[in-house]
């Protein structure tokens, strides 16, 4: 079922398929690597993927005017963190041209 979106289990799917390795195994590497990476970033540490991406934590100023979107409310907002991923130079170019193709 091809809904544009790529789940962890259609993940854990793939690898199998393609490595043969026992699921529990692959679920467990994955989900694993996904704890390691939150982890990291609750220490406030940059985690870089050569060839994929950075992830890390930014700091987002409060406001004090800020607009609740479903009601209108002026509600004040204070500083949070923010998860951010900022694609490698791979990731880049491998995204570059797919969105030209299908906007033709």
Request: proline share 7%; no cysteine.
């Given at each position: 079922m091809d809904n544009g979106k790529l789940t962890?289990?259609?993940i854990i799917e793939r690898i199998?398929?393609?490595l043969g390795l026992n699921r529990k195994d692959i679920h467990n590497v994955v989900d694993e690597l996904f704890e390691e990476l939150k982890s990291a970033l609750e220490e406030d540490k940059i985690v870089e993927l050569r060839g994929f991406g950075t992830f890390e934590i930014r700091t987002r100023k409060g406001r004090e005017k800020a607009?609740?979107?479903k009601t209108g409310e002026i509600v004040p907002v204070?500083?949070?963190g923010v998860a951010v991923f900022r694609p490698?130079?791979?990731l880049k170019q491998v995204a570059w041209p797919l969105r030209e193709e299908s906007s033709s």
């Open positions: 962890k289990a259609e199998f398929h393609k607009r609740n979107p204070s500083a949070h490698g130079k791979e």
